[in-house]
């Protein structure tokens, strides 16, 4: 779906009512705002959080040394600490 928002003088836009609904933000929320190459991408904080395990599980492929407190327990060791 594309649809045309206007943005005010103050930057501020409004979502449809349909969408707002389809993604969860009835009540108000939070989108996370990411500016890529190709434009902009508003992602619900739920979407983005998953994003971003897809990305790290596709980078770590599963390696539980891996994670960040793995990574900081090397990195401790390593320094003698």
């Known amino acids: 779906m594309t649809i045309q928002v206007a943005v005010t003088a103050t930057g ?3 979502l449809p009512a349909d ?3 389809r993604l969860g933000l009835v ?3 939070s989108v996370v ?7 902009v991408m508003l992602r619900t904080v ?3 959080v998953a994003y971003a395990q897809a990305l790290a599980k596709r980078y770590t ?3 539980a040394n891996a994670s960040v407190a ?3 327990a090397n990195r401790k060791s390593e320094s003698g600490e």
């Open 70 to 72: 793995a990574f900081l």
């Open 46 to 48: 739920s979407q983005a």
């Open 19 to 21: 969408i707002r609904k």
């Open 61 to 63: 492929d599963g390696n």
């Open 27 to 29: 009540g108000g929320g």
């Open 12 to 14: 501020r836009m409004s």
């Open 33 to 39: 705002v990411e500016e890529t190459p190709d434009g």
